[in-house]
């Protein structure tokens, strides 16, 4: 009896293995433009890419920490400005070539060179030279002490690529993280699969598909449907308390470095005119767009900074609602226009803006809502400037450093704020650079340079046999080397 329950328990266990899965199925709202990390702005790109198919100096850990990727460890020299970079051996990309500090060279260059596509140069503007001393060690100087150079070359925009296949990065990208592409099919899912010759801890999840489900109705039947595995930043945000009370699935609620905006073009008239701007901001409730948009799921933030950050300043009294305030302000000013309200297509950015086109009509400025794709919005409100107003999310971490390019698409590039960011660049002491950041984010939020409405909540739900997916997101990322089915 004894060996015949044991011999029942040893069947039973190995059918449990048998039946323990090892592929996912991702549900994201938005298809990115391509799978190039290093030239697009759209985070849709890395969270595919970063940390799965390509890698960089460094990475940002699931706590928001930096940590140590294709670089063991790193030593500062100069006081900041020098860094020398000692990276891990018997490295190889996916299609089999060598990784060694020729590779580091060639991706910074190519990044800070003069006709570089990278959405985010200025990470890079400060490199002086980049040399490789040994197949395996790089020194990197910098133009002036930067305390927070180890944290730039973490962003997916400095992941670390070859000149041999950098021809094809966009549709067919080639790295060297724990998973290699498979397959695109445009307008349905990308595919990933293990790469067997990864030289870190070989993940349990082997095939990643990441579908692509805009429409909030059909993602919550997705999940319904179990036809998706995990959606880490779920769209039908309406639904989660329904989510909830099934067993089947794990509802999870955390932070993002998201600072969701009212963008106002500061070059176009009448939003060239401060007094306009405050106008708009004052007609803003802010909470009145969480609820409505989000649910209830968000923090209000008045300048562009996470709230959860040790130097966030909470400025949301400058902008506080008072339609009095507008109504006077419009007066001052005698501006009769309509002004365009560009929408991308996620579900806050399109029910947000029907809310706060209300919120101005109720105070005299009308708006004339125009709904884009993806791919159009970054062309023409990106990359292009033309747009009156938009609502978008930047998720990028610590950047408030884009109200000092000139080019940018709200256009504001003041020049105090630009020398504000020359000095956080060089400041090396953290009370220093807290006081920097302190007076940068005074600065644009009394400039009103845009309407900031707030702070995009991580609002997902997974399958609740599922571990390791990221709570929170300090970095755009859906991170699979950790995740992992537990029956």
């Keep these: 009896m004894i060996a015949r329950l044991g011999l029942s328990a040893a069947f039973a266990l190995i059918a449990g293995m048998a039946l323990a899965r090892d592929d996912i199925t991702i549900g994201m709202v938005l298809e990115p433009p391509n799978l190039d990390p290093t030239s697009g702005a759209a985070a849709a790109v890395d969270e595919i890419v970063y940390a799965n198919i390509f890698e960089g100096l460094t990475r940002i850990g699931p706590d928001g920490t930096v ?45 800070r060179a003069e006709d570089s596509t990278s959405a985010q140069k200025q990470l890079f503007a400060g490199i002086e030279t980049v040399e490789s001393d040994g197949p395996h060690t790089v020194r990197i100087t910098l133009s002036a002490p930067d305390g927070g150079f180890p944290f730039n070359m973490a962003w997916g925009d400095a992941v670390i690529v070859s000149a041999d296949s950098i021809d094809q990065i966009a549709t067919h990208p080639i790295g060297t993280g724990p998973y290699r592409f498979e397959r695109w099919r445009q307008g349905d899912r990308v595919e990933l699969r293990a790469f067997d010759g990864y030289w870190g801890e070989p993940p349990q999840i082997r095939e990643a598909t990441f579908r692509f489900i805009p429409d909030p109705g059909a993602a919550f039947a997705a999940v319904m449907a179990q036809d998706v595995d995990a959606f880490p930043n779920f769209p039908a945000v309406e639904t989660l308390p329904q989510l909830e009370t099934d067993p089947r699935f794990r509802v999870i609620i955390g932070t993002t470095e998201g600072e969701t905006i009212l963008a106002m073009n500061n070059r176009r008239p009448p939003l060239d005119d401060i007094r306009m701007r405050r106008a708009i901001a004052h007609a803003v409730d802010r909470q009145e767009v969480i609820d409505g948009a989000m649910f209830g799921y968000g923090t209000p933030i008045g300048t562009h900074f996470a709230p959860h950050h040790p130097d966030y300043l909470d400025l949301t009294g400058l902008s506080a609602h008072d339609p009095q305030t507008t109504r006077d302000l419009l007066a001052e000013t005698g501006a009769d226009v309509t002004l365009r309200l560009a929408l991308p297509p996620p579900p806050y950015a399109r029910r947000g803006g029907e809310i706060i086109a209300a919120q101005l009509r109720a105070v005299g400025i009308q708006t004339r809502i125009v709904n884009m794709e993806w791919a159009q919005w970054l062309e023409t409100v990106f990359n292009g400037g033309d747009f009156d107003l938009t609502i978008i999310s930047h998720v990028e971490p610590m950047d408030i450093d884009i109200y000092a390019r000139d080019d940018y698409y709200f256009g504001y590039a003041r020049p105090e704020f630009v020398a504000l960011m020359d000095d956080l660049r060089g400041a090396v002491d953290a009370d220093a650079r807290s006081g920097l950041l302190h007076q940068a984010q005074e600065m644009i939020a009394r400039d009103y340079v845009n309407v900031w409405l707030f702070q995009l909540a991580k609002t997902g739900v997974a399958d609740a046999r599922l571990e390791g ?15 992992r089915w537990t029956r």
């Excluded at 670089?71 to 006081?79: F, G, N, Q, T």
């Excluded at 997916?469 to 995740?483: K, R």
């Design 67 to 111: 940590q140590p990727a294709l670089a063991e460890r790193w030593d500062i020299l100069d006081e900041g400005r020098s860094y020398v970079f000692h990276l891990r051996r018997d490295i190889a990309f996916h299609d089999g070539s060598p990784f060694d500090a020729d590779d580091v060279v060639f991706t910074l260059n190519r990044a």
């Design 469 to 483: 997916l990221w709570e929170n997101a300090p970095m755009p990322a859906n991170d699979l080397s950790a995740v």
